[in-house]
């Protein structure tokens, strides 16, 4: 992270991943996170990489969420 954004991650290298799952578990461990109040709002971001995704999305409870598959990385 730096002074203007933080990113929470998560790689699965298995296709049809569910994003939204992801997600779901990525909110709950950033609820153990002591984020610096200058970060909060719309500077925390949800990154997801994996072979390939059910769907992908580009939010997630107010989140900011980024989709990478493998199609992205090559």
């Given at each position: 992270?730096?002074?203007k954004l933080?990113?929470?991650?998560?790689?699965?290298w298995k296709d049809k991943v569910n994003p939204r799952q992801i997600c779901k578990e990525l909110v709950?461990?950033?609820n153990y996170v002591n984020i610096p109040?200058?970060?909060k709002n719309n500077k925390v971001q949800?990154?997801?990489f994996a072979k390939s995704f059910k769907e992908k999305i580009s939010?997630?409870?107010?989140?900011?969420?980024w989709c990478f598959d493998l199609n992205d990385l090559i």
């Open positions: 992270y730096n002074d933080l990113i929470f991650g998560e790689c699965k709950e461990k950033i109040s200058n970060l949800l990154w997801i939010e997630f409870e107010g989140y900011k969420v």
